[in-house]
């Protein structure tokens, strides 16, 4: 495998819990700005993937660079985060008793305290920055709103432009989708095809058919190593995938 122009590479990644390996011999390539979905079925290794990269969970054996040559298995997980790796994880959790504005604004200082960040003066090309990110994330409307009154997907929308803020290069997104409306979902799929490109966005998901409307190459989890790679026509077809996952 080649690390040439990718902004994640993991190679043999595996971790043992009390002998059973949730990853096994695990390897994976994500390009610069690429956006990967990765399926599976329960237990299939993809919350542990993602707790490796971000550094919450060590492997036994393995490595795992970001960019051209940080080495990931040495660093913690605050490091991790500043060094331009965001997670998503399933629930929402945005600062409800504050506007849509002040959570992205509390995002953006990141280090300032809440009272701080909030009685600070914002410069201009901050204010711009958080417009541009409510904007990506279709909320510039609802910038005044408390974030308690927003909808489910809403707030999913709102912790995503939380985490755009900071300006990661790659962004973990973990069943983004549950419990969102049919039309949130499909504002979603678009939503996270505005952002990648720029960033390299890896969704973890169950939905096929959002999966489906994300269009990108599909990397199919089982048993902690990887079962099948390649368009989702392509990997929906093949035996192995239907017997351990869609067939069922
Ligand atoms: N801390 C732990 N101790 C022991 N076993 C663990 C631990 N974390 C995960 N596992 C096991 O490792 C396997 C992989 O779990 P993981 O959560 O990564 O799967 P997943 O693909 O994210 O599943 P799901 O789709 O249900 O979220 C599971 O069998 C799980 O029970």
Do not use: C
């Not at 096994?24 to 390009?31: E, F, R």
């Not at 700005?33 to 329960?42: D, F, H, L, V």
């Not at 945005?94 to 701080?116: I, Q």
């Amino acid at each position: 495998m080649s690390r040439h122009g990718s902004i994640l590479y993991l190679d043999g990644i595996t971790v043992s819990f009390d002998g059973f390996k949730a990853l096994n011999n695990l390897s994976l390539i994500i390009g610069e700005g690429e956006m990967r979905a990765i399926i599976g079925p329960n237990g299939a290794g993809k919350t542990t993937m993602m707790d490796v990269i971000t550094g919450k969970t060590r492997p036994q054996s393995g490595e795992a660079v970001f960019g051209a040559a940080v080495d990931l298995l040495t660093r913690d997980e605050t490091e991790i985060a500043r060094l331009g790796i965001g997670r998503k994880f399933q629930r929402p959790s945005v600062f409800e008793s504050h506007t849509v504005w002040d959570n992205v604004e509390l995002a953006l200082a990141g280090h300032r305290g809440v009272a701080e960040a909030l009685f600070h003066r914002l410069a201009p090309q901050e204010k711009q920055r958080i417009e541009e990110v409510l904007d990506t994330v279709g909320l510039l409307s609802q910038g005044r709103r408390l974030a308690a009154h927003l909808s489910h997907g809403q707030k999913q929308w709102l912790e995503i432009g939380m985490l755009l803020a900071q300006e990661p290069q790659l962004l973990l997104v973990d069943e983004p989708v549950a419990g969102m409306t049919d039309d949130e979902t499909a504002e979603t799929a678009r939503l996270l095809k505005r952002i990648a490109g720029s960033k390299a966005v890896v969704v973890v998901e169950h939905d096929m058919s959002f999966v489906r409307e994300l269009g990108v190459k599909v990397t199919v989890l089982h048993e902690g190593a990887v079962l099948a790679e390649g368009p989702l026509e392509q990997v929906s077809a093949e035996p192995r995938v239907i017997e351990v996952y869609l067939g069922r």
